[in-house]
């Protein structure tokens, strides 16, 4: 079974750091691109960052770009996102989620999310 | 970056009807457009890739369509479980964005 497991979230103070995981399993994992997309109630899904395969291109979206950093490790089948300064507008749902074909970046499997709060 | 906007933001209909949901890009997506189901608690689904193509394990009653920047996903039939919120999502252009949802619910 194809399976995503997101973990590392909690509650940061405005500036703090935090350090999320995204744990695979089912597939080959060093096959498939991988991303970041986060949720909250007010601004929908928000897609954050993007990685190839062999960690060769990685996009970031504006908000986070230079405050965001996007890594993996194929020998771990394992995604991470570190977050950096982060503020209150940073407070979501992060997913994982896979994209399935190189060069369609739509996504077939997500992670159940996990939830960063950003709060004094 | 391109905007993506869906409407209506909600749309009621009951069980057995059909509903129509719209996602308008404001630039031409090509055929780059996905859409996806979304239940309370849970990530989202997703239904259809590149406009029209259904995604593994999705019934028929699910179908896409459009293209450029006008783009359509039709329930034939509306079952129990289909009453969820419903993203578009367009992968032609970096940013990747999508659009801000449509809830449906049980009329």
């Known amino acids: 079974e194809v399976q995503l497991v997101e973990s590392g979230g909690g509650l940061v103070k405005p500036g703090g750091s935090l350090r999320l995981s995204c744990a695979a399993s089912?597939?080959?994992?060093?096959?498939?691109?991988m991303n970041w997309v986060r949720q909250t109630p007010a601004k929908g899904l928000e897609w954050v960052s993007s990685?190839?395969?062999?960690?060769?291109?990685?996009y970031y979206a504006d908000s986070v770009r230079g405050r965001f950093t996007t890594s993996r490790d194929n020998s771990k089948s394992s995604l991470y996102l570190q977050l950096n300064f982060l503020t209150a507008e940073d407070t979501a749902v992060y997913y994982c989620?896979?994209?399935?074909?190189?060069?369609?970046?739509?996504?077939?499997?997500w992670g159940q999310g996990t939830l960063v709060t950003v709060s004094s | 970056e391109i905007v993506m906007t869906q409407s209506p933001a909600t749309l009621s209909v009951s069980p057995g009807e059909r509903a129509t949901l719209s996602c308008r890009a404001s630039?031409?997506?090509?055929?780059?457009l996905a859409w996806y189901q979304q239940k309370p608690g849970q990530a989202p689904k997703v239904l259809i890739y590149?406009?029209?193509t259904w995604a593994t394990g999705i019934p028929a009653r699910f179908s896409g369509s459009g293209s450029g920047t006008e783009f359509t996903l039709t329930i034939s039939s509306l079952q129990s479980e289909d009453f969820a919120v419903y993203y578009c999502?367009?992968?032609?252009?970096?940013?990747?964005?999508f659009g801000q949802g449509t809830r449906l619910e049980i009329k």
């Open positions: 590149d406009v029209s």
């Open positions: 089912g597939f080959t994992f060093s096959s498939h691109s």
């Open positions: 989620a896979r994209e399935l074909r190189l060069g369609s970046s739509y996504f077939d499997c």
């Open positions: 999502q367009q992968y032609n252009n970096w940013p990747l964005t």
């Open positions: 630039q031409s997506v090509g055929n780059k």
């Open positions: 990685i190839d395969s062999s960690s060769s291109y990685i």
